[in-house]
Every structure is written in structure tokens, then in C-alpha cells.
């Protein structure tokens, strides 16, 4: 309040034709309310002194009195001022990033977070709407975010954490231990493994002589393995 009297007050009265004969003896009541609006629009220090540079400027066109409202929105900086492009430029952006540079590592250069946020709300409706359809909801979640940038209320864009590639860029499968072998070594790995598995084959074909019975082909008494077998001693 206090402020208001001693900076704005004086401004008023000097180019404003009408504010002393309006509110003159109210002028208290009025710098309440120019306060109060002030503070509901979140309007600080610097922003009241861009409001009172706009005064000043508009005078040679306008020198009547702005209403508190008014006055509030001469506070309030413009996009050029914040650095945010304009609807086109954005848009363009927001293509740019989701068409031709998609496939880059690096993040595309926004030049705002306005075009940030636009991008992370909408962008992909690039690929499952028509253009005009998507060119609308870019449009309507522009107008949306200056108004938030314009108000102060832009929350500050913070990026995914970055990609961090693995210090050894070797296969995995080379980090565990295992070798890549050359064709020479891996076709005599594979000789090995199939002569290996022919040896298996032939010895499970094999009947072991340990096995046969008394008499038969192979045993170390015949002679003796036909007795038993008749039971009488041969002649």
C-alpha cells in the first residue's frame, strides 16, 4: 500500500486527466484495490514498474485512468518479453522434434518451454491425428501455456534423465566372459562336439563281453561250458 502511494499514485495523478477528479478524496480505497489485484495476479515489485513504464507510455493515447484490472494486466510482461515464440514458430518446433529429429540422441533445441510442455502434451498426436486436428490442439495448448508463462505459473520444465551409455561398449554377452570365436575356431568347436557324440553312438552299440552267459561265443571255457550245459563229459 504503502508503495502504491508513493510510486503509483504520483504517476496516476500527473497522466491521468480524470483520476484526480474521480478519486481524489477515495484515492485510499482505490490503491487498496489496486493492491488487492495486484497481489490476486501474483505482481511484484518489478512488475508493478513495468506497469507504470506502460502508463507512461500510453498517456499520449489514452490518459484516462486504468481500472485496477486494467492496471494489472499492464504489469504483466508479453511474450516477447519471456522469449516465447510465436504460434507458428512453436508449432513448427513441435514438428520439427517429433518428425526429422526423433531419431537423434541429442534433445531437440527448443527455443521456450512454452514448445517443451507442447511437445510433451501433444506432440504425439503428430502420428494419430490429422494435421488440422493436431494443429488445433497445439494451438489451444499454446494460448493455455502463455497465459500460464504470462501469469507467472509456468512450472519450470525438467527433462527425463539423460541416457547414459555403459562405459564398455563391448556385447554383453563379451562383458560376461564369453569369447567370440572366429570361423576357424568355431567350426573346429563344432567337429569336436559331433565326433565326440559319433564315439558316444558307437559305444552304446557295443555289447560288452563281461555280460555274456556260460557257453556262449566268447567265453574263456567251452569246453567246460558244454558240460555243464549237457551235463554229460564229452566223448
Given at each position: 500500500?504503502?508503495?502504491?502511494?508513493?510510486?503509483?499514485?504520483?504517476?496516476?495523478?500527473?497522466?491521468?486527466?480524470?483520476?484526480?477528479?474521480?478519486f481524489?478524496?477515495?484515492?485510499d480505497?482505490?490503491?487498496?484495490?489496486?493492491?488487492?489485484?495486484?497481489?490476486?495476479?501474483?505482481?511484484?515489485?518489478?512488475?508493478?514498474?513495468?506497469?507504470?513504464?506502460r502508463l507512461?507510455l500510453?498517456?499520449?493515447?489514452?490518459?484516462f485512468?486504468?481500472?485496477?484490472?486494467?492496471?494489472?494486466?499492464?504489469?504483466?510482461?508479453?511474450?516477447?518479453?519471456?522469449?516465447?515464440?510465436?504460434?507458428?514458430?512453436?508449432t513448427?518446433e513441435v514438428?520439427?522434434a517429433?518428425?526429422?529429429?526423433?531419431?537423434?540422441?541429442?534433445?531437440?533445441?527448443f527455443?521456450?518451454?512454452?514448445c517443451?510442455?507442447?511437445?510433451l502434451?501433444?506432440?504425439?498426436?503428430?502420428?494419430?491425428?490429422?494435421?488440422?486436428?493436431?494443429r488445433?490442439?497445439?494451438?489451444?495448448?499454446?494460448?493455455?501455456?502463455?497465459?500460464?508463462?504470462?501469469?507467472?505459473?509456468?512450472?519450470?520444465?525438467?527433462?527425463?534423465?539423460?541416457?547414459?551409455?555403459p562405459?564398455?561398449?563391448?556385447?554383453?554377452y563379451?562383458?560376461?566372459?564369453?569369447k567370440?570365436?572366429?570361423?576357424?575356431e568355431?567350426?573346429?568347436?563344432?567337429?569336436?562336439?559331433?565326433?565326440?557324440?559319433?564315439t558316444?553312438?558307437?559305444d552304446r552299440?557295443?555289447v560288452?563281453?563281461?555280460?555274456?552267459g556260460?557257453?556262449?561265443?566268447?567265453?574263456?571255457?567251452?569246453?567246460?561250458?558244454?558240460e555243464?550245459?549237457?551235463?554229460?563229459?564229452?566223448?
Amino acid at each position: 500500500m504503502m508503495i502504491l502511494n508513493s510510486e503509483l499514485k504520483p504517476i496516476l495523478s500527473i497522466y491521468c486527466v480524470d483520476y484526480a477528479a474521480r478519486f481524489g478524496e477515495h484515492s485510499d480505497d482505490v490503491m487498496r484495490e489496486y493492491a488487492r489485484l495486484l497481489i490476486h495476479h501474483k505482481i511484484g515489485r518489478k512488475g508493478l514498474q513495468r506497469g507504470i513504464n506502460r502508463l507512461r507510455l500510453r498517456a499520449a493515447e489514452n490518459k484516462f485512468t486504468p481500472n485496477p484490472a486494467e492496471f494489472a494486466e499492464l504489469c504483466k510482461p508479453t511474450i516477447e518479453e519471456l522469449g516465447i515464440p510465436d504460434l507458428e514458430t512453436a508449432t513448427y518446433e513441435v514438428r520439427e522434434a517429433r518428425t526429422a529429429w526423433r531419431h537423434k540422441k541429442a534433445p531437440y533445441p527448443f527455443s521456450h518451454d512454452v514448445c517443451r510442455f507442447i511437445n510433451l502434451r501433444v506432440g504425439y498426436d503428430i502420428h494419430q491425428t490429422s494435421d488440422a486436428e493436431w494443429r488445433q490442439r497445439v494451438s489451444r495448448e499454446y494460448h493455455y501455456l502463455v497465459k500460464q508463462a504470462i501469469a507467472g505459473q509456468l512450472p519450470s520444465f525438467r527433462n527425463a534423465l539423460p541416457h547414459k551409455e555403459p562405459e564398455d561398449d563391448r556385447p554383453t554377452y563379451e562383458q560376461w566372459g564369453y569369447k567370440t570365436l572366429s570361423r576357424e575356431e568355431a567350426r573346429a568347436v563344432i567337429d569336436s562336439l559331433l565326433k565326440r557324440n559319433r564315439t558316444d553312438n558307437t559305444d552304446r552299440g557295443r555289447v560288452g563281453t563281461s555280460r555274456r552267459g556260460p557257453g556262449i561265443a566268447g567265453s574263456s571255457n567251452a569246453n567246460t561250458s558244454a558240460e555243464q550245459m549237457t551235463g554229460s563229459k564229452p566223448e
